[in-house]
């Protein structure tokens, strides 16, 4: 949109509540403009009025509260929304780095389709009246089962619109995690009873354990704990928290415990079972913690001593750790990361998850909360995710020729997170018709007989339920705080909301689908949920105007309400089997552990993070590293091969190879290697693309038994120097302050 | 003019005669984990250009806040500390007595200032600063339109040839001020968050007024667990940091241990 359409706009559409093109007024008072010298940094004089919009950040992979910096008609700083339970005003690197997502140079204006099939390198920008007859004509001739739609896990609104959409037009539904959370969820569910992941208290507690959780740069919401864990180490009135972590290296929330240990990988399960032998003590194993003894009765076969030779940690410390777990006044235990990523991720999980029984601490202070049910019933507040089992199925399906008619993509790119040997891009290939709803070309986009970009979330309508929240039922809502950068206008095609296609289609298709959407929008949709709650008459916000309850619920940036006590069924175990970890081949032709590890910067990789340069040059928290991929060793591995710093090595495994420069890490160990997700893109616009590898490309693909999800955390590489070197780009080095021998830069106590 | 005059006139040893109001932050190192939310929340709030990749390479990344990472001991037994550096608004500033043009001066509520039109690019600042966190523009900017779109209004976008660093914010402390002078208030303790605190999910940062001792960042600053990085230079810095608490320190390094004493390698 141009400056002209900015005017023009004002012009015709007026501008209302809601609409977030706000011109401000000239405020400033006359005896402001006094005379002033150019002898003062500018930014002392600038006064001026700006609008805040609330709304809810999807790029931070949370859906965190954020407030909305608008001025000009343009969104210029997003900040945390102070009242949102979820995040309370804090915000990640991610959250902040939105606005480069909304104004990508790279995002695609225009529907286009390409001018020769599956070939992304030439489009032909269309308008939506052109596209859209044709796409409707596909869809109904598809619409006896000849559809399949892959998203991203999308609970709220969207999830809601996607499941009734799915359902009555007769299409498949997909779902693509990249590092599946399935263990986690069922082992939530086995020993809490309920299928959401709970909410940690670390906030409250003093002690906490962790094996393998990656809580403070993955798991649920980096935002909310890392607030908790502020609140944790020096909050006011209480004593500072104990934290002991267990992983296969050093990560970025390993190096913020007080005491981290190396663990041998695929064993975290056997350590937990090891921490609950010390901690019972000779005591009979609770009833219900029976089946986590593999039939025995008693969990003798896991004393310290014996497993210290299996996990690589010492006796004294599984001891210790668990003397001061039972110990302390209040104390929980937290798990995930690539713990959970094993073949055996699910026994870890509910071996890590049951040491809270042990304790007694569910729904208890500094304990595990359960979360609050979404506050509205048909607005889920989880999707059903697709396990990497039935994606195999299902490739294997096309591949053997049950080919469906059409592939509507969302937010999912499976072609770049599916392990190289599944040959997504060309299986998906065959399938006549894909039409994609990204604002960036990526690689499943690339794909696409059409695309019909989809507004940015800064500019469209949508609700999030968040991940955490024991303390208030929530309904955060989305709203559009800018106009569309891309808009329709004056014969100008623009982008349109991925929902509103949908309930375009809804409307036009007929039948049971119109009954099941007959919304005209998802603003509409989302009007009636909110009338809903207004009738309530309860929640952080109450008014018995419709309209002042709406306006009232924007301004907030959504609805909440303190959560009732959830009722959990009780823990149930009796279909656990104890396990060791599988790995994907055998430890001699492929000696090293290769763990992948999400950025805190740029996730999985999946989205379009990688396209923001603020993202990329960010340093990574432990290595500095930038702008590319590197590959972790522990220098004592270096040396054995002979391998030096910025060296390019390729790690092959049984599925592929990829190429990085070497980066020396001392947190590592001898038969770990690390490689951070995020890069080794072949689409997404000039910041991303063919820049770094990426690891998932050359994960084995196997399969956790009980949860059929993808067993990210085992695969086995080997390394070969390639002769060639690089240089990795990185924070590190470039300043520091002075170092004086005798007044360190960064010092400790050990009094807290 | 009259504050260039004072600044011309003074004994740039001392710091500048205050009027009830002197800016500085608390850095609590124990509640810091590296996240780096206070980086790119600097990056959108002050228009800084872009680190491409070419640029990281030649060494001339700007950050006016970065999270410098220390590696402590040996494996099993390494540890990676986390500390955030920025300029630390020193009341005896080396970056102030070597410019030749007045271009960075102290003004009167302790902000160590760096005036973009009088700066000619000598770059004697950024040599004297030990903190290294002054920052010259190498290059032009060559920004896409829909990347101008998000440049902050209030601050200056700087151009080539000239230097620049943290200002604690000073557009925001400017609004906060022109604010509750309209409601005929005074400025209270917590108006001011600077981007970086603002963001910042563990409450590390926390910002305010060092002469009123009431305010919270002044209360933080008594905590027995304080310190200034390089205090010994006697730059009398307005930032404040509190130690990080390890229990094991004594265990796996000397209690004072910090960079120049690692057999790591150094921080960014």
């Known amino acids: ?752 | 003019m009259r504050q260039a005059a004072e600044g011309q006139e003074q004994d740039t040893s001392k710091p500048v005669t205050s009027i009830g109001r002197r800016w500085g932050m608390v850095v609590d190192l124990d509640r810091c984990t590296g996240c780096q939310a206070c980086v790119v929340a600097c990056h959108a709030e002050n228009n800084i250009a872009l680190n491409l990749e070419d640029v990281v390479l030649q060494q001339r990344a700007m950050n006016w806040i970065r999270i410098e990472r220390y590696w402590e001991g040996e494996y099993p037994n390494v540890k990676a500390r986390f500390l955030p550096m920025f300029c630390q608004h020193c009341n005896n500033a080396p970056c102030e007595p070597v410019c030749p043009v007045y271009a960075t001066y102290h003004n009167r509520e302790g902000l160590n200032v760096q005036v973009y039109n009088r700066c000619i690019g000598t770059r004697y600042c950024a040599n004297n600063c030990p903190y290294h966190a002054r920052f010259f523009n190498f290059w032009e900017r060559d920004l896409e339109e829909e990347q101008r779109e998000y440049l902050n209004p209030n601050v200056t976008v700087r151009t080539k040839g000239i230097m620049e660093k943290c200002t604690f914010c000073v557009q925001r402390i400017r609004k906060s001020e022109w604010e509750r002078r309209h409601a005929d208030e005074e400025l209270q303790d917590g108006d001011v968050a600077p981007a970086c605190v603002q963001a910042c999910p563990t409450d590390t940062l926390v910002f305010g007024n060092l002469e009123d001792e009431n305010s919270r960042v002044a209360k933080l600053a008594e905590n027995k667990r304080h310190y200034r990085v390089l205090e010994n230079l006697g730059t009398d810095t307005n930032v404040i940091y509190l130690k990080k608490v390890d229990p094991h320190a004594s265990e796996t390094a000397p209690a004072h241990a910090g960079a120049a004493a690692n057999s790591g390698r150094n921080s960014a």
């Open chain 1, 1 to 752: 949109m141009r400056r002209r359409d900015v005017l023009k706009l004002a012009g015709t559409s007026g501008i209302g509540m809601g609409a977030a093109v706000a011109f401000a007024g000239c405020g400033t008072p006359e005896r402001e403009f006094h005379i002033q010298s150019p002898v003062d940094i500018p930014e002392d004089t600038v006064t001026g009025l700006d609008a805040w919009y609330a709304s809810i950040c999807q790029d931070s992979g949370d859906g965190s509260g954020v407030i909305v910096r608008v001025k000009s008609g343009r969104a210029r700083k997003i900040e945390g929304n102070p009242d949102y339970p979820l995040n309370r005003g804090k915000t990640s690197a991610r959250t902040q780095a939105a606005l480069q997502t909304l104004y990508n140079p790279d995002r695609i204006p225009n529907p286009m389709v390409p001018r020769r099939k599956r070939d992304s390198s030439r489009y032909r920008f269309m308008r939506w009246d052109e596209v859209l007859p044709e796409f409707q004509e596909k869809l109904s001739a598809a619409s006896n089962g000849g559809i399949v739609m892959i998203t991203e896990p999308v609970n709220g609104h969207l999830g809601m619109i996607l499941e009734r959409f799915t359902q009555n037009i007769g299409a498949r539904w997909l779902t693509y995690e990249p590092l599946e959370k399935a263990a986690v969820r069922q082992a939530s569910s086995l020993v809490f009873g309920t299928t959401r992941v709970p909410q940690f208290d670390i906030a409250n507690t003093s002690y906490l354990l962790s094996i393998g959780g990656d809580f403070l740069e993955g798991g649920d919401s980096p935002v909310h704990y890392g607030r908790a864990y502020g609140n944790f180490r020096q909050g006011a009135g209480r004593s500072r928290g104990t934290f002991a972590h267990f992983d296969t290296h050093l990560t970025m929330t390993a190096a913020n415990a007080d005491e981290w240990h190396p663990i041998n990988p695929g064993t975290e399960g056997i350590l937990a079972l090891s921490i609950a032998h010390a901690i019972l003590d000779g005591r009979a194993v609770p009833a219900a913690l029976q089946p986590l003894t593999g039939g025995e009765g008693n969990l003798e076969a896991y004393a310290a001593e014996q497993v210290a030779d299996a996990t690589g940690v010492p006796a004294e410390v599984i001891q210790r750790v668990a003397h001061d777990f039972a110990a302390a006044p209040t104390a929980v235990a937290m798990g995930g990361g690539s713990a959970a990523g094993h073949t055996n991720g699910l026994f870890n999980m509910t071996a890590i998850f049951a040491l809270n029984l042990l304790k007694n601490n569910v729904r208890q202070k500094g304990g595990v909360l359960l979360n609050a049910p979404s506050p509205l019933e048909d607005i889920p507040a989880e999707a059903p995710v697709t396990s990497f089992q039935d994606w195999e199925t299902f490739l294997n399906e096309v591949d053997n020729g049950q080919v469906p008619q059409v592939l509507l993509v969302h937010g999912a790119n499976p072609v770049f997170g599916l392990p190289g040997v599944l040959n997504a891009a060309s299986v998906l290939g065959r399938i006549p018709y894909i039409v994609s709803f990204s604002n960036v070309l990526d690689e499943t986009t690339a794909l696409a007989d059409l695309i019909l970009p989809d507004h940015h979330f800064l500019e469209s309508w949508g609700t999030s339920v968040p991940p955490l929240g024991a303390e208030y039922a929530t309904l955060g809502i989305q709203q559009p705080v800018v106009r569309p950068y891309h808009q329709e206008f004056d014969g100008a095609a623009g982008t349109r909301a991925f929902a509103d296609v949908l309930l375009g289609l809804a409307q036009t298709l007929g039948g049971p689908l119109t009954e099941a959407l007959p919304w005209e929008s998802m603003r509409d949709a989302i009007r009636a949920s909110v009338d809903e709650l207004q009738a309530r008459g309860e929640g952080s916000v109450t008014s018995d105007d419709p309209e002042v309850f709406w306006l009232s619920v924007l301004q907030r940036g959504g609805w909440w309400v303190p959560a009732e006590s959830v009722s959990p069924a009780a823990p149930d175990l009796s279909s656990l089997q104890v396990a060791e970890p599988d790995f994907s081949s055998d430890a001699q032709a492929y000696p090293y552990h290769l763990v992948v590890t999400p950025s805190v910067l740029l996730g999985d990789g999946s989205g379009s993070l990688a396209a923001s340069p603020w993202l990329q040059s960010t340093s990574d928290p432990m290595t500095t590293g930038v702008w590319g991929t590197w590959i972790a060793l522990s220098p004592k591995t270096m040396e054995a091969l002979g391998i030096q710093e910025n060296d390019i090595v390729r790690l092959t495994s049984v599925a592929g190879s990829m190429l990085a420069p070497v980066y020396p890490y001392p947190g590592i160990g001898e038969g770990v290697v690390s490689v951070p997700l995020g890069q080794g893109h072949e689409q997404l616009g000039r910041y991303a693309e063919n820049r770094g590898d990426n690891p998932l490309r050359i994960l084995a693909p196997v399969v956790q038994e009980q949860t059929g999800a993808l067993a990210w955390s085992a695969t086995r590489v080997r390394i070969a120097a390639t002769g060639r070197r690089t240089r990795l780009p990185r924070i590190e080095g470039i300043t520091a302050p002075v170092q004086m021998p005798d007044e360190k830069t960064f010092q400790i106590t050990n009094e807290s």
